[in-house]
């Protein structure tokens, strides 16, 4: 298995593919610079052979060049996360997404690597019909509105990376995460699961924004590393881009009920308005739902575990056992 650098493999889902490449018998190098992940994330793995973790930046190209060897694997994860840093400064969300992409691309193309990027459904934007496919046309709303900068940044990293594999200066390959769940996440950038599974431990009223008819699908986290460990291995995922998620929508309102009963909470679901959530103008997406075809048909991967709703879920260590068949 060729040497692997993790960007962004101090947070929740770079920390459990670090754990999973190690296993696997690579020797695999953290870049992270714990803006929202956390050293901790990583203490499985912390005096391992074949396991470093080095503090730093993402887009510093001296660091890069150092940490990414000759035909290096490389998982771009590190992007700046949340929707509420998004709505805080988009400018810098943008500025820094693609500063870190084309630092990472730059360094690849050197090293002769393979880039594996982490992005995001946010880049279907709003678009009115489900599931969203891998080919369909991109419907963020307009640039003025702060709220879709990270999905401008997100389809920008691919147009970086795509491009670059176009003309033979790297293999890329490209993954549209959606929701994503398991341990490790935190609720604190305004993740739904986490926010829903503290309050309802607290017996605190769940905040349902909206009527809580928006809907979603949700991944355990083992199977989104599963999926990213087999594109990242296959010759025929180079130059594509995947969705990756769950199949089964499902709405915030439901979903709340769902982690009240998981958790034996006796907690009410509140329903705050948009307008009390977010600052003015805020769209939110009503259904975001993947067509998982592609991934299914080139590698055989499909969801396999039960979503972790309850505490107890998500403290239980993960089992990271081996490659599934
Ligand atoms: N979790 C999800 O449901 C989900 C959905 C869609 C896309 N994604 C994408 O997957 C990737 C991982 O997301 P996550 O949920 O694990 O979030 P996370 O915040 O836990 O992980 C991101 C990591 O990147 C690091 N980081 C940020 N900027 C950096 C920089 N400039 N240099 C070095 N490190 C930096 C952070 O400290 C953090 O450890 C991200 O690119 C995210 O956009 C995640």
Redesign the pocket.
């Known amino acids: 298995m060729p040497p692997v650098l993790i960007?962004?493999?101090?947070?929740?889902?770079?920390s459990h593919l670090a754990e999973r490449l190690h296993a696997d018998g690579a020797r695999v190098t953290v870049?992270?610079?714990?803006?929202?992940?956390r050293e901790a994330n990583l203490a499985a793995l912390r005096g391992h052979d074949g396991f470093r973790f080095v503090r730093?930046?993402?887009?510093d190209a001296a660091l890069l060049a150092a940490l990414m060897p000759r035909g290096a694997l490389v998982f771009h994860?590190?992007?700046?996360?949340?929707l509420h840093r998004v709505l805080e400064a988009p400018d810098r969300v943008l500025a820094?997404g693609v500063a870190?992409m084309a630092a990472v691309l730059d360094a690849a193309a050197r090293a002769g690597a393979r880039v594996v990027l982490?992005?995001?459904?946010?880049v279907y934007g709003k678009p009115e019909r489900v599931p969203f496919r891998e080919d369909d046309d991109l419907r963020p709303g307009p640039p003025s509105r702060g709220r879709w900068a990270y999905a401008l940044m997100?389809a920008a990293k691919e147009a970086m990376a795509l491009a670059r594999h176009r003309r033979g200066e790297i293999e890329a390959v490209v993954i549209?995460?959606?929701?994503?769940?398991g341990p490790r996440?935190?609720g604190r950038?305004g993740?739904v699961v986490p926010r829903f599974i503290a309050r309802a431990q607290r017996g605190l009223p769940l905040l349902v924004h909206g009527d809580g008819q928006q809907t979603r699908t949700f991944l355990h986290v083992l199977d989104a590393v599963e999926a990213v460990v087999r594109l990242a291995a296959h010759p025929n995922a180079a130059g594509e881009i995947f969705n990756v998620g769950g199949e089964e929508e499902i709405s915030i309102r439901t979903l709340a009920g769902r982690v009240i009963a998981a958790n034996s909470s006796s907690s009410p679901i509140h329903f705050l308005p948009y307008a009390d959530a977010y600052p003015a103008g805020y769209e939110d997406v009503l259904r975001r739902v993947p067509d998982i075809g592609k991934v299914k048909r080139l590698t055989g991967w499909r969801p396999r575990r039960p979503l972790p709703l309850s505490t107890a879920e998500l403290t239980v260590p993960a089992a990271h056992g081996g490659a599934e068949s």
């Open positions: 960007t962004g493999g101090a947070g929740f889902i770079g870049l992270d610079d714990l803006s929202t992940g730093g930046d993402a887009s994860l590190a992007a700046p996360v949340g820094e870190t982490a992005s995001s459904s946010e997100k549209r995460f959606f929701n994503v769940v996440q935190t950038y993740m």
